[in-house]
């Protein structure tokens, strides 16, 4: 999927899979926002594009997930929540994160 495709794919969903071959890419177009370190599935960023909005995550399991948003705080937000789900799973918490919702 080329990059074109992939911020039309956002219009219509409201996550695309990326292929790990084409992460470098996006990584490369895309202005970083923020990054962090989610200690159980890589890095999870808000990353800027194009004048859209998107966040990019991984699961443990590799796949690459891309969500598009309508402001840097939504996206902030998204992040915030994953973060916390990420820390109350390592206290045990029998949280999961369900990337594709």
Not at 66 to 73: A, L
Not at 92 to 100: A, E, I, M
Request: aromatic share 6%.
């Amino acid at each position: 999927m080329n990059l074109t495709e992939l911020l039309a794919g956002l219009a219509d969903e409201p996550i695309v899979l990326l292929s790990q071959d084409d992460l470098p890419a996006l990584l490369a177009e895309a202005e970083a926002l923020r990054e962090e370190d989610t200690r159980f599935a890589g890095s999870i960023r808000v990353l800027s594009m194009d004048g859209r909005i998107l966040v990019q995550e991984e699961s443990p399991e590799g796949r690459v997930y891309i969500r598009g948003f309508d402001s840097r705080e939504a996206a902030d937000a998204f992040l915030e929540e994953r973060l916390t789900t990420y820390e109350r799973m390592w206290d045990g918490c029998g949280c999961k994160v369900h990337y594709d919702r």
